[in-house]
Nanobody, 118 residues
C-alpha cells in the first residue's frame, strides 16, 4: 500500500504562485511514476505534470513554462511549483502514484483545493 497526502493549496490571485506538496508513505519502493491531476467540478481528472523513475517529466501544454514537478527522495515528497496561475487552473489537485505491479494509477491523495481568483 501507498499513502499520499497533499498540502499547499489555497486562494491566490491570477499571476500568483503556489507550491503543492505530496508526501508518500508505505511501500514507496514500488512506485514507478507520480503525477498531479487537477479536477474541476464536473470535469474529467487529467494529468498536468508527471515523472517516472527514469526522471522523465511530462507536462500538459496548458501548464508548460508555468508548472514544475520535482521530488525530494530523502523526504519521500513530490512537489508541484505553480507560477503565473490563471483562473482556469482552479481545481482540486490530486497527487497520484503508479506502482509496479499493477502498473496503473492506483493510489491517490485526498486532494488539495487551488482557487485562482481576483
Amino acid at each position: 500500500q501507498v499513502h499520499l497526502v497533499e498540502s499547499g493549496g489555497g486562494l491566490v490571485q491570477p499571476g500568483g504562485s503556489l507550491r503543492l506538496s505530496c508526501v508518500a508513505s508505505g511501500n514507496i519502493f514500488s512506485i514507478i511514476a507520480m503525477g498531479w491531476y487537477p479536477q474541476a467540478p464536473g470535469k474529467q481528472r487529467e494529468v498536468v505534470a508527471a515523472y517516472n523513475r527514469g526522471e522523465v517529466t511530462k507536462y500538459a501544454d496548458s501548464v508548460k513554462g508555468r508548472f514544475t514537478i520535482s521530488r525530494d527522495g530523502a523526504k519521500n515528497t513530490v512537489y508541484l511549483q505553480m507560477s503565473s496561475l490563471k483562473p482556469e487552473d482552479t481545481a482540486v489537485y490530486y497527487c497520484a502514484a503508479r506502482p509496479s505491479p499493477p502498473y496503473t494509477w492506483t493510489f491517490w491523495g485526498q486532494g488539495t483545493q487551488v482557487t485562482v481568483s481576483s
